[in-house]
């Protein structure tokens, strides 16, 4: 075989690995194009802004992707990931201030753990949960953060602001007895709890606003089965409570609707 056929030969196999190539080139590009314009799985990609990933595209669809896997970005990159799943619940107040990121998502979390942010990282947390009851007022002006959430608190405790700080203590309860039925219309708002009253008087709806009253006591002795009500008055509101009542005369309900003050039997 003299040289000029050993030339041919060389340039023949050097335009077939030329054509090969630009095939192969085309087809990558045509598998990217097809990957990236079709469908896109059901979800949401995990949030990349805390990801440090390899600067690899190990895809460019959701359809190179197994299962409910979707193409998604790693920081740098692209590889498939599961869609972000957020638990239910809500994070937490932290201010660790611990930078570690050991989370990304919520389905990075053991049980109904959550992936919260503590100020500068993440990490998997139980969700906050709300104790029942409601946080006394206080005016301590006590600024020490002893707890952030009521999950921090022994028992029932729940995790109370002071006006300057946040700590544990017993839930509001209510004072025993019952308010008053009125009808003053008076719409100042002197109260709102009944730890705003003194002694034994509880914060009552005054018919428009709210005030502290004593609790409604009952007079000693029963109202009477029936009785013949005041013509003209029957069906009116002549009473509210025993103490509207001179005596030991109680507000008892008359025949036709209305209360009136009653000997008592």
Do not use: W
């Not at 995990?46 to 790693?74: H, L, T, W, Y």
């Not at 008076?186 to 034994?200: E, I, P, R, T, V």
């Not at 509207?244 to 039997?265: L, Q």
Request: positive net charge; charged residues 25%; contains cysteine.
């Amino acid at each position: 075989m003299n040289a000029r056929v050993c030339c041919s030969l060389i340039a023949v196999l050097l335009c077939l690995s030329v054509c090969l190539s630009t095939t192969d080139a085309k087809k990558h590009v045509r598998g990217k194009r097809n990957a990236r314009l079709s469908p896109a799985k059901p979800g949401v990609c995990p949030d990349d802004k805390d990801m440090i990933g390899a600067c690899v595209e190990k895809c460019f669809g959701d359809r190179e992707c197994p299962d409910d896997q979707k193409c998604c970005s790693n920081g740098c990159g692209h590889q498939c990931m599961p869609p972000y799943t957020e638990k239910p619940g809500v994070c937490p107040k932290m201010n660790l201030k611990d930078c570690a990121q050991l989370c990304s998502q919520d389905g990075q979390c053991p049980g109904d753990q959550k992936c919260c942010s503590n100020k500068c990282g993440h990490r998997c947390v139980p969700p906050y949960k709300e104790k029942p009851g409601v946080c006394p007022k206080m005016n301590l002006k006590d600024c020490a953060q002893l707890c952030s959430q009521d999950g921090q608190c022994p028992g029932d405790q729940k995790c109370c602001s002071n006006k300057c700080g946040h700590r544990c203590v017993p839930p509001y309860k209510e004072k025993p007895g019952v308010c008053p039925k009125t009808n003053l219309k008076d719409c100042a708002q002197s109260c709102s709890l009944d730890d705003d009253c003194l002694n034994d008087q509880k914060c009552c709806s005054s018919g428009c606003g709210r005030q502290c009253m004593s609790p409604y006591k009952e007079k000693p002795g029963v109202c009477p089965v029936s009785f013949a009500g005041v013509k003209g008055l029957c069906a009116e509101e002549l009473c509210v409570s025993d103490f509207d009542c001179p005596g030991n005369e109680k507000c008892c309900s008359s025949f036709c609707g209305g209360r009136m003050c009653t000997p008592a039997s």
